[in-house]
């Protein structure tokens, strides 16, 4: 469902160092023409058919899970090249926004690969249901800030090597599911590759084979779980994926140089 939030910027909110100017999702875009560029920083995602996006002499297709930073007062024009084409958007000014993406790596207008689309969609959207219930700047500066200082989290320059591309799908998978029973035969149908490629490509990009990568992320989650439960280590490792006590306190030890016991005892007495 359409969703679209205009805010009245006053004197006192330009003032803020971040501030929102707009937000939409599911929108359906219509062709635009920009000739002297847009007055916000624009963050642009596609979530439905395919657009056509030029700025300057550079043009690229904006399909489903890419999106582009477009700079401020950058001439632009964008059209739809489907039936349908459903864009998400957020747009924000301020004086410390151009140095806080060059910070984190936006010196231009660019495309990028998105590795999870929904999650900022919902950061989006939150700021939507924040702006139309509350219009409260301040909060939205804060919500601002989080959205540009998280973008790099979600996306993948342009120009990142295939192999890259594929990984930081298995990566996403293993985090999210890292307390269940993982194949390597699951992780390579991920990205449709054979499980001898999988292994390969892991290599090459962590410089750790798969389960010596998804043994490490379960030991540094086992060690949240101890110093903020009261749970047993045997059900910890269990909770994490490791289904014989034995096998976890191995890689514990061999990760931490110490036993998960007296790893609690240290840090919780």
């Known amino acids: 469902m359409q969703k679209t939030f205009f805010p009245v910027i006053l004197d006192k909110d330009a003032k803020l160092p971040i501030y929102l100017t707009s937000a939409g999702c599911e929108f359906y875009q219509d062709s635009i023409e920009r000739r002297y560029g847009f007055s916000s920083y624009h963050w642009i995602q596609c979530y439905e058919g395919k657009g056509k996006v030029t700025i300057g002499n550079d043009s690229i297709i904006l399909e489903k899970d890419m999106g582009m930073i477009i700079y401020k ?11 349908t084409w459903l864009t998400d958007w957020v747009t924000f000014d301020g004086f410390a926004v151009k140095q806080l993406l060059n910070t984190l790596g936006f010196y231009k207008s660019q495309y990028y690969y998105i590795k999870d689309i929904d999650i900022i969609r919902q950061k989006i959207i939150n700021c939507i249901e924040t702006g139309n219930s509350y219009n409260n ?25 295939f192999h890259l591309l594929k990984m930081a799908i298995v990566i996403d998978y293993i985090n999210g599911n890292y307390s269940k029973a993982l194949t390597i ?16 490509l892991f290599i090459e990009s ?13 030991i540094q989650k086992s060690k949240e779980l101890m110093l903020n439960t009261n749970s047993s280590i045997n059900k910890i490792g269990k ?21 998960p016991g007296a790893f609690r005892k240290h840090y919780k007495g």
């Not at 804060?142 to 120009?159: A, E, G, N, R, T």
């Open 206 to 218: 962590t410089k750790k084979r798969p389960f010596e990568y998804i043994n490490e992320f379960r």
């Open 73 to 83: 007062d950058e001439p632009h024009h964008y059209r739809p090249l489907s039936e």
């Open 137 to 161: 700047h301040n909060q939205l500066s804060v919500m601002s800030y989080d959205f540009i200082m998280s973008l790099p989290d979600y996306i993948i320059h342009k120009s990142a090597p």
């Open 239 to 259: 909770q994490v994926g490791f289904e014989d006590a034995s096998y976890y306190g191995k890689w514990f030890k061999r990760i931490e140089k110490i036993t």
């Open 185 to 200: 035969d699951t992780l390579a149908a991920l990205i449709d590759v054979t499980p001898q490629y999988l292994c390969k």
